[in-house]
């Protein structure tokens, strides 16, 4: 199982997993994000995402229901304790990075 911290797109994944709780699913997860960041992740990243997450230990899956489509089982995600802890420590180390930033210059320096 690899460790370390999460990369962006797999930080995102596990907070739509996480706001989604039992109805994370495949497209459920690529719309919450599309709907929370305007980003449009394609099926293939978000799967390839779950599929790193799984071997990190940081979500399990399990068959649910079949969809009404194609009448194939879906495969749901939830977060583990692993997960949830790498998600709090993102969150934390953004929250010390951003500590004292002030980008009132920066922005202004943009808009001249």
Do not use: C
């Not at 690899?2 to 797999?10: C, K, M, T, Y």
């Not at 449009?40 to 978000?46: F, K, R």
């Not at 692993?82 to 180390?93: C, M």
């Amino acid at each position: 199982m690899r460790r370390g911290s999460l990369g962006e797109v797999e930080e995102i994944v596990l907070l739509a997993i996480a706001r989604l709780g039992n109805e994370a699913y495949g497209m459920t997860i690529r719309r919450e994000i599309q709907r929370r960041t305007g980003r449009n992740l394609a099926i293939g990243t978000v799967y390839q995402t779950l599929d790193r997450l799984l071997d990190k230990g940081h979500l399990r899956a399990g068959a649910g229901p079949a969809g009404p489509r194609d009448g194939r089982p879906r495969r749901f995600f939830a977060l583990t304790a692993s997960g949830a802890s790498a998600l709090k420590t993102s969150a934390d180390a953004r929250a010390r990075m951003w500590a004292g930033v002030r980008l009132g210059r920066a922005l202004n320096d943009d808009a001249q």
